[in-house]
């Protein structure tokens, strides 16, 4: 399969971590939450590409989510081949990290699936009504108002720390994308088979989920944990779909039990 080149940053060398992000933003949501959790020298490469169509990498020949996760598909076997390595998705890319595992279940080592999106279809998903649990009006009275309505359309936790990382990790992304291969996605955004099927994934797992996430929801997440059975769920309050930022210290000590748990198991 000839792919066009993914737009990729890597940082450090040693067992690989596939992080992917969510749509239609960039590498950016994930490198901004990872990358302060890892120390120097941490034998882990991490690999944080653009999915095709959006930030710097191209959406030539991409007209649905089959086909974004049949290029991801190829561009592990070209960045990583047959080793193992360690998977992280947020939302969409979360989608697709449990698609890759059913592909790829002997050589995960273990997943992490942040505000993961399990039903494509958004009028079809259960999602509690929008609440913002720390408002600010004045930040907000201040902001642009094309800023303020991308920021406001997720945040439950506005401030000026969540507003510094949303200009950071999200609004770079959200400029930078193709439309056009953007639009073909969000026009065959689910995939055709149900996901999670044959045996449970048993790889150390971690699902967080935004108790006041309006966008995937908490509720969808909770049919997924009988198919990890080595999974931490956990549901945190006063968080939204950009729980990572809103709630940054949860979130790293999480990832990084998530981390200890994959280190600890048995390797052949």
Do not use: K
């Amino acid at each position: 399969m000839n792919v066009p080149a993914f737009n990729v940053l890597e940082h450090g060398s040693g067992l690989p971590l596939l992080a992917l992000h969510g749509f239609p933003v960039d590498h950016r949501l994930m490198s901004g939450c990872l990358e302060p959790l890892f120390e120097p020298g941490e034998p882990i490469r991490r690999l944080y590409p653009d999915l095709p169509g959006l930030g710097a990498s191209s959406g030539d020949g991409v007209s649905s989510t089959r086909d974004v996760l049949d290029r991801v598909d190829a561009f592990i076997d070209e960045a990583i081949g047959d080793e193992p390595f360690l998977l992280v998705g947020e939302s969409y890319g979360g989608y697709l990290s449990r698609a890759l595992v059913q592909r790829r279940r002997a050589q995960v080592l273990g997943l992490a699936l942040i505000c993961p999106m399990v039903v494509a279809e958004a009028s079809a998903r259960r999602v509690p009504p929008r609440t913002v649990r720390r408002p600010d009006p004045e930040l907000i009275a201040r902001l642009e108002p094309v800023e303020a309505a991308e920021f406001t359309d997720v945040a439950v936790v506005e401030s000026a720390e969540t507003l510094e990382r949303f200009r950071a990790e999200v609004a770079p992304g959200l400029a930078a994308g193709d439309p056009a291969p953007v639009a073909r996605i969000r026009a065959d955004y689910g995939l055709e088979e149900p996901i999670e099927r044959g045996e449970p994934f048993t790889a150390p797992t971690l699902i967080l989920a935004g108790r006041q996430d309006w966008i995937v929801g908490y509720r969808d997440q909770w049919r997924l944990v009988e198919r990890y059975p080595a999974a931490t769920f956990a549901v945190l309050d006063v968080a939204g779909h950009n729980l990572q930022f809103e709630r940054p210290d949860l979130f790293g000590a999480l990832l990084r039990d998530w981390l200890d748990r994959v280190a600890g198991e048995p390797r052949s």
